[in-house]
């Protein structure tokens, strides 16, 4: 049972339970959760990933903003550890995608991603701030790939402001490259 949201029976977020995500804004319940079609816009304005990529896929919220999306169907609510893999930060003013998410579907962005070379790669994967005052593109949030083999193969999530990309790879997911 969820939590209310102003004590007089409205619905509200429990954070320890797994919420599917209404379809749309109509079916929003619960104050503040994002909706399968804002998770799926989102990603599509901001990397141009078709909401096709995550067709088969459900989304789901636990705790305050953060979404985690499945790849198969279960009933409302779960009351697990975990369902599926985090994807999306929302509740806070600019949404954030996971490195896992960038991971898993970065190769098929169209926008917003920003390519480094090897040595801006490896400083990137090891967690390093650094200055790319060439980038002309959006500010934000980015997908950060490097060419290997011929293919541009996403790293992680960085953040651009002011002529920097902030590496914002979890301290988990830091790592030494191999010579590139």
Known sequence: MSDTADGEGAPGNDGSQFDRLPATVAEREVEGRA???EVLDWWDERFGIEPDAFGDHT???????????????????????GVGMTVLRTRQEHWKPTTTAARKWG???????????SGEAKAFAAGHDQ????????????????????DQVPIGVGLYLYDELRSVVPKGYQEELPRL
């Open 35 to 37: 909706t399968r079609e």
């Open 59 to 81: 989304f789901w919220e636990k705790g305050k903003g953060k979404i985690w999306v499945f790849a198969d169907d279960l009933p409302s609510p779960q009351e697990r550890e």
């Open 107 to 117: 190769h098929l962005a169209t926008r917003n991603v920003i390519e480094l070379s």
């Open 131 to 150: 200055d790319l005052p060439e980038w002309d593109g959006d500010w934000g949030y980015l997908i950060a790939t490097h060419e290997l083999a011929g």
